[in-house]
């Protein structure tokens, strides 16, 4: 990995620290993030891209994600943390992301030369669910997060980008502290 790390860009570095404040700062639930994550996403959709990856739904939720943490910055100036929809909600949810993330992988797989065509559509979908979660606040989010970056560690390190396997590791772990921390705000929130 030292030999890796060696020959990575100064935007793969950039990406990397920017991508992980971003995550600390979203799990403390600090509007700050969304400035740093706008950064990440768009050193790593360069790369996703551009820079060999072809993980071209991955490149396409970076693109979504730039969007969505510009919508952040204004909605975290209204909205508190919230325990958001219902356990059946949740169920429907994911089928419908499963039901879309086939049909996307399918269409990956069919019309482009993409990587792991079917990971990366029900990543990508998954992705857009959970961002839509985080940006309302909402602390199923990171539930939805630490499947996705798990998901996501693997398909970086098996496309030999281990600096980005090892970004969305700490992505995992910070998805978990953000589902105890969210959580916690929420408590505090119904006490207030």
Same mark, same amino acid.
């Given at each position: 990995m030292l030999e890796t790390l060696s020959g990575f860009s100064i935007i793969e570095w950039i990406g990397l620290i920017t991508g992980v404040i971003y995550v600390v700062l979203s799990a403390r639930n600090r509007i700050e993030c969304w400035y740093f994550g706008i950064i990440s996403c768009a050193c790593i959709a360069y790369h996703d891209f551009l820079g060999g990856l072809q993980l071209y739904s991955d490149g396409i939720l970076q693109i979504f994600y730039i969007i969505m943490g510009f919508i952040g910055l204004a909605r975290w100036r209204n909205v508190k943390v919230t325990f958001d929809a219902k356990f059946l909600t949740h169920i429907l949810i994911i089928l419908i992301g499963i039901l879309v993330s086939l049909i996307y992988g399918y269409l990956m797989s069919a019309f482009s030369n993409a990587a792991f065509?079917?990971?990366? *559509? +029900?990543?990508?979908? +998954?992705? &857009? &669910? *959970?961002? &839509? +979660?985080?940006?309302?606040?909402?602390?199923? *989010?990171w539930l939805y997060f630490v499947i996705i970056d798990l998901v996501m560690t693997y398909l970086y390190y098996v496309r030999g980008w281990e600096l980005y396997a090892l970004l969305y590791m700490i992505f995992t772990a910070f998805a978990i502290y953000g589902s105890y921390n969210w959580l916690r705000l929420f408590r505090q929130n119904l006490n207030n």
């Open positions: 065509p079917r990971v990366d *559509a +029900f990543t990508t979908v +998954f992705s &857009i &669910i *959970a961002t &839509i +979660f985080l940006v309302n606040r909402q602390v199923s *989010a």
